[in-house]
């Protein structure tokens, strides 16, 4: 069975400070891998996805991941966060494409002024 | 966009009541949709597959006499949580896939249960 892990509950960081946040998948085939993110009161949002081609990929917001199968990682980074980024993000990997999304546990983004 | 919506946001009810959630596709048809529980500050994990016109498909673990689900059409599907529980509290996301495609589903902004 697929799963997921986010290596990272809580992180801080300065804005204007880069960011990347971490995480690893573990799926029997090439996996359909997503980012979202969680605001207060919003419900999730897309960030980015990856299903194959460039491993490198562009989202909304300025963000990017890469896709790295060799170290079954699909990390998200961005150079330069907002105080606006502040929430939570889940990465997910899908079955099916974005059918029967298996999340994992959230990070928890916090930006110091 | 396509959006889908949940209704109620929130909801307190008593110990041993039924509640009932809605999710609908607003501007799009989505004959799949899927049900997802989050316990705070944790994970989505998914509940079931809510399937219209046939029985939802429920994840190991999940009682489906405890969470009841009819797509009754193709724009809507119902989550009932029958004889609510303190420890059934939670927050409550449905979501629905994109149409012709299976890239990309649509989440609704969840449904938060409390029970007393």
């Known amino acids: 069975a697929q799963s997921v892990t986010q290596p990272d509950i809580h992180i801080t960081v300065s804005e204007g400070a880069s960011l990347e946040l971490r995480c690893n998948y573990s799926?029997?085939?090439?996996?359909?891998l997503f980012w979202y993110v969680q605001s207060p009161g919003q419900g999730l949002q897309l960030l980015l996805k990856?299903?194959?081609?460039?491993?490198l990929v562009q989202g909304i917001k300025g963000f990017e991941a890469e896709f790295k199968r060799s170290q079954s990682s699909f990390n998200l980074r961005k150079p330069s966060v907002h105080w606006s980024d502040a929430a939570e993000y889940f990465c997910?990997?899908?079955?099916?494409?974005?059918?029967?999304?298996?999340f994992g546990q959230g990070t928890r983004l916090t930006i110091n002024p | 966009g396509a959006v889908v919506s949940q209704h109620p946001s929130w909801v307190i009810c008593k110990s041993g009541t039924s509640v009932k959630i809605e999710c609908r596709s607003l501007d799009f048809q989505a004959t799949t949709m899927f049900w997802y529980r989050q316990f705070p500050k944790q994970s989505l994990m998914l509940m079931a597959t809510?399937?219209?016109?046939?029985?939802?498909?429920?994840e190991q673990g999940v009682e489906k006499d405890k969470f009841l689900i009819n797509h009754a059409s193709l724009t809507l599907s119902t989550l009932t949580v029958t004889s609510a529980h303190p420890e059934d509290s939670s927050f409550y996301i449905c979501?629905?896939?994109?149409?012709?495609?299976?890239?990309?589903?649509?989440f609704g902004p969840g449904t938060r249960l409390l029970v007393l």
């Open positions: 979501s629905a896939p994109r149409p012709q495609t299976q890239e990309t589903q649509y």
């Open positions: 809510s399937n219209e016109g046939s029985k939802a498909t429920y």
């Open positions: 799926y029997g085939a090439t996996p359909y």
């Open positions: 990856y299903f194959s081609g460039d491993t």
């Open positions: 997910a990997v899908g079955e099916w494409g974005a059918q029967k999304l298996v």
